[in-house]
């Protein structure tokens, strides 16, 4: 299963799959790829991969898919769409979905593919575009820990670390928390940009005395020069941030836990995502603190 022989499967070329596919392919695989917008893939065609007709068509030529798409409908559309890859995934197989949705649907597509005898992983991922670009992401994995040990040389190719969480479901549990504190750590610093420099005071003087306080951390060193510069080219869409709030918000509420500064910062995020005329990064939350 190990080999750069096997042949991989990758559905869904946005900011992240389209690195993660780049270094498969420098890693050797034969790589086989889809698209709902067909164009995102030239590159990676270019690169040697060979491009599908539909996520079902990916499905029989894998021994390993991988799926990233935006959202749980995106998901279940290439799962269980027209000419979906579930339907076609063979036995034996792994199918690893890196995608960030719900824990419930990472616990039903697992149930699918254990009625096919294919083994699931949720493995979501974080480390932004760059750390997909330079094959440094981190996986939080739910699922078996065998499927883990015989996928471990392929998602190594594409990540730094891999945290086995729990059963299926508890990699997106930890990814959904993760990013409530990552949201709510941007949200925090673009309202103590907004006191300070309505003090006359400039944000990097917060920023630089931070850097030398328990405050300091890795969201500062990457977030704090868009809030400054006041420049938001996505790394990690704002609308994808949003949508990982409403999960996080959708699991508390399964599962009777409050979470008040996640809902509250979720609106924020609301507020400038309705805003928006152009695609954002999520550091884009220090525009609700200018108005
Ligand atoms: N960007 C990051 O820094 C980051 C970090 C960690 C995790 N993630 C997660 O990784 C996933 C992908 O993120 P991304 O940044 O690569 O997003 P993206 O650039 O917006 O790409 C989204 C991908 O999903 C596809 N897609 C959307 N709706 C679809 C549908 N209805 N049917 C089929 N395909 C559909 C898009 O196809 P088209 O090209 O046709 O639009 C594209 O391939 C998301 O779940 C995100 O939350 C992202």
Same mark, same amino acid.
């Given at each position: 299963?190990?080999?750069?022989?096997?042949?991989?499967?990758?559905?869904?070329?946005?900011?992240?799959?389209?690195?993660?596919?780049?270094?498969?392919?420098?890693?050797?695989?034969?790589?086989?790829?889809?698209?709902?917008?067909?164009?995102?893939?030239?590159?990676?065609?270019?690169?040697?991969?060979?491009?599908?007709?539909?996520?079902?068509?990916?499905?029989?030529?894998?021994?390993?898919?991988?799926?990233?798409?935006?959202?749980?409908?995106?998901?279940?559309?290439?799962?269980?769409?027209?000419?979906?890859?579930?339907?076609?995934?063979?036995?034996?197989?792994?199918?690893?979905?890196?995608?960030?949705?719900?824990?419930?649907?990472?616990?039903?597509?697992?149930?699918?593919? #254990?009625?096919? !005898? *294919?083994?699931?992983?949720? $493995? +979501?991922?974080?480390?932004? %575009?760059?750390?997909?670009?330079?094959?440094? =992401?981190?996986?939080?994995?739910?699922?078996?820990?065998?499927?883990?040990?015989?996928?471990?040389?392929?998602?190594?190719?594409?990540?730094?670390?891999?945290?086995?969480?729990?059963?299926?479901?508890?990699?997106?549990?930890?990814?959904?928390?993760?990013?409530?504190?990552?949201?709510?750590?941007?949200?925090?610093?673009?309202?103590?940009?907004?006191?300070?420099?309505?003090?006359?005071?400039?944000?990097?003087?917060?920023?630089?005395?931070?850097?030398?306080?328990? #405050?300091?951390? !890795? *969201?500062?060193?990457?977030? $704090? +020069?868009?809030?400054?510069? %006041?420049?938001?080219?996505?790394?990690?869409? =704002?609308?994808?941030?949003?949508?990982?709030?409403?999960?996080?918000?959708?699991?508390?509420?399964?599962?009777?836990?409050?979470?008040?500064?996640?809902?509250?910062?979720?609106?924020?995020?609301?507020?400038?995502?309705?805003?928006?005329?152009?695609?954002?990064?999520?550091?884009?939350?220090?525009?609700?603190?200018?108005?």
């Amino acid at each position: 299963m190990n080999s750069p022989a096997k042949h991989i499967g990758l559905i869904g070329l946005g900011l992240m799959g389209r690195p993660m596919g780049m270094n498969l392919i420098k890693a050797g695989y034969p790589l086989t790829v889809w698209n709902r917008t067909a164009s995102r893939a030239e590159e990676l065609v270019a690169a040697g991969a060979k491009l599908a007709k539909s996520p079902q068509e990916v499905a029989a030529a894998s021994d390993f898919l991988l799926t990233i798409v935006s959202d749980p409908p995106a998901l279940e559309g290439v799962l269980w769409g027209d000419c979906g890859a579930m339907q076609a995934l063979k036995r034996g197989s792994i199918y690893v979905d890196s995608s960030t949705v719900s824990p419930a649907l990472a616990r039903k597509i697992s149930a699918a593919c #254990a009625e096919r !005898g *294919v083994r699931f992983l949720d $493995a +979501p991922v974080t480390g932004g %575009d760059w750390g997909a670009k330079k094959g440094e =992401l981190v996986f939080m994995i739910g699922g078996e820990v065998d499927t883990l040990k015989e996928a471990e040389p392929i998602l190594k190719v594409m990540g730094k670390k891999l945290f086995h969480l729990g059963p299926n479901g508890a990699g997106q549990t930890i990814k959904l928390a993760m990013n409530s504190i990552l949201a709510l750590q941007v949200d925090a610093l673009a309202e103590a940009l907004a006191l300070v420099t309505r003090a006359g005071i400039p944000g990097e003087k917060l920023v630089e005395v931070m850097q030398s306080s328990m #405050a300091r951390s !890795g *969201v500062l060193d990457v977030k $704090a +020069p868009n809030l400054l510069k %006041d420049q938001y080219v996505p790394s990690f869409p =704002l609308r994808l941030m949003h949508k990982d709030l409403g999960l996080a918000l959708d699991l508390a509420n399964q599962l009777g836990v409050a979470l008040p500064a996640t809902a509250a910062a979720r609106e924020i995020y609301s507020a400038v995502k309705g805003a928006a005329k152009e695609d954002l990064d999520f550091s884009a939350v220090m525009r609700f603190w200018k108005h």
